[in-house]
């Protein structure tokens, strides 16, 4: 007779939650994109969200220092979390001299790895089930 167990919910973990915020940053700055081509105010907004989306990719490098680290976790959050902190600091270099040509290519660029990232980590937690128990 075989029992069958479910999946407890689990509670977002900080590399999770991080990394959601990083996500939803970049998406915020494309949206301010758009509002700086149409309205006077726009630009302040985008400069404001630039300022968060590099908190949130510093964040990002903290909480998965700290998840592998301590934890024995896998070093590879790290290693993205790495390389998004090095894109964000090229974005905002790029801002800054208003060289558009490269600045909203690899916004785009970001926002995919950010989402990827984001579906990577929550798959990896969402699908693991307890084992069948077999009596």
Same mark, same amino acid.
């Given at each position: 007779m075989a029992v069958r167990t479910t999946a407890a919910p689990r509670t977002p973990t900080f590399l999770q939650i991080t990394i959601s915020l990083q996500t939803l940053a970049i998406l915020f700055q494309a949206v301010t994109a758009l509002v700086t081509v149409t309205t006077a105010h726009g630009e302040v907004l985008h400069s404001v969200g630039a300022r968060v989306m590099y908190g949130a990719s510093m964040v990002y490098l903290l909480a998965a220092v700290l998840a592998w680290r301590p934890g024995g976790g896998p070093a590879r959050p790290v290693l993205y979390a790495t390389g998004f902190l *090095? %894109? @964000?600091? @090229?974005? *905002? *270099? %790029?801002?800054?001299a208003h060289v558009l040509w490269v600045h909203v290519p690899l916004g785009v660029l970001m926002f995919s790895l950010s989402v990827l990232a984001l579906g990577r980590s929550l798959s990896g937690r969402r699908l693991s089930a307890r084992p069948v128990a077999r009596v």
């Open positions: *090095v %894109l @964000a600091s @090229a974005q *905002v *270099v %790029l801002g800054i």
